[in-house]
């Protein structure tokens, strides 16, 4: 079992920035991807970005190329989603992710969750 605890939300203007943290614990050597997920109100589930075991290889969502990265630190067992010139789009709850298999952009590929954390962009 893998737990997952995202930080890191809040209310921010269009523009800013917010960085969001997801702590790993319990059998986290079972992971190799890591993932972000967003969720709006009304709208389904979308990918956000995603990288490997080193965090080496990244990949994102159109909507956020180049103004978002994901990082990890795997002494840590954390992953990061620095967030920058955000948009009211933004506006979401944004979820960490795991997987024990390669990285995708794919919900169904991650085997677990965090609880999510919410971001909000005001106009």
């Known amino acids: 079992q893998v737990q997952l605890v995202e930080s890191g939300g809040g209310l921010v203007q269009a523009g800013g920035s917010l960085r969001l943290s997801c702590a790993a614990s319990?059998?986290?050597?079972?992971?190799?991807?890591m993932a972000w997920f967003r969720q709006a109100p009304g709208k389904e589930r979308e990918f956000v970005a995603a990288?490997?075991?080193?965090?080496?290889?990244?990949t994102y969502a159109d909507s956020v190329k180049g103004r978002f990265t994901i990082s990890r630190d795997n002494a840590k067992n954390s992953v990061y989603l620095q967030m920058n010139r955000l948009k009211p789009d933004d506006t979401a709850v944004y979820y960490c992710?795991?997987?024990?298999?390669?990285?995708?952009?794919?919900?169904?590929?991650?085997?677990?969750w965090g609880q999510g954390t919410q971001v909000t962009v005001s106009s």
């Open positions: 319990g059998r986290t050597f079972s992971t190799n991807a």
């Open positions: 992710a795991a997987s024990r298999r390669s990285y995708s952009d794919v919900e169904g590929e991650y085997d677990y």
């Open positions: 990288c490997n075991w080193s965090g080496g290889r990244t």
